[in-house]
Structures are given as C-alpha cells and as structure tokens.
C-alpha cells in the first residue's frame, strides 16, 4: 500500500491543472518507479512507496495520455483504453529517448 503524499481532483477537460499539480508537487517525491491507473483515478508511486493521486481520471479517459506521458510511464497509447478484468493497470516509469534514434547513418 502507497502512502499518498497529495491529491488532485481532475475536472473533465482541464489536463493543464493536472499537468501543473504533477509539476509542483513532483518534488515531494524520489525517483518514480511506477504508475497505477483503475477506472477513476492515477498513482504516481516512488521507489520509497510515497505516492500523488489524481482522482476523476483513469485508463477509460482519452485525457490520460497525456499525464501518462509526463510521468515517463512506458506504455502503448493504442491500448491504454482496453478493457481489463483487473482491479487497476500498472506501468513501469522511466521511459527514456534512446540517444541517437533519430540519426541515419
């Protein structure tokens, strides 16, 4: 179990003040290992278990791509939306840009 450090209540449609709440609140965390995403909420969950949530948005909504992308999470965006028997979705964080991928030689 995480323990939630601050939380946020997404309004349909207003993306900005999430992306802004992870951006001031990103410091209270270490270094995010992982990101849980159920029907109608997110975790952002460090290495130490300490964690932020955004309430009102989950893997059904189309506006979480785009904090899923702030976060680093790897994941594909064509099939975030799948349906799942599960309680929640869970994805590592850290995806990086691989140096030179875009170099043809």
Do not use: C
Not at 37 to 57: K, P, Q, S, Y
Not at 83 to 94: A, L, N, V
């Amino acid at each position: 179990m995480s323990h939630i450090l601050a939380s946020h209540d997404f309004q349909p449609g207003d993306v900005p003040a999430a992306l802004e709440f992870l951006k001031r609140t990103r410091s209270e965390l270490r270094t995010l290992r992982m990101v849980r995403v159920w029907r109608d909420r997110l975790e952002a969950i460090d290495v130490n278990g300490d964690a932020l949530e955004i309430r009102g948005l989950g893997w059904p909504n189309a506006e979480i791509v785009p904090v899923l992308d702030n976060l680093n999470t790897a994941y594909k965006p064509e099939r975030i939306h799948d349906p799942i028997e599960d309680d929640f979705k869970e994805f590592k964080t850290g995806r990086r840009y691989a140096w030179a991928a875009d170099r043809v030689m």
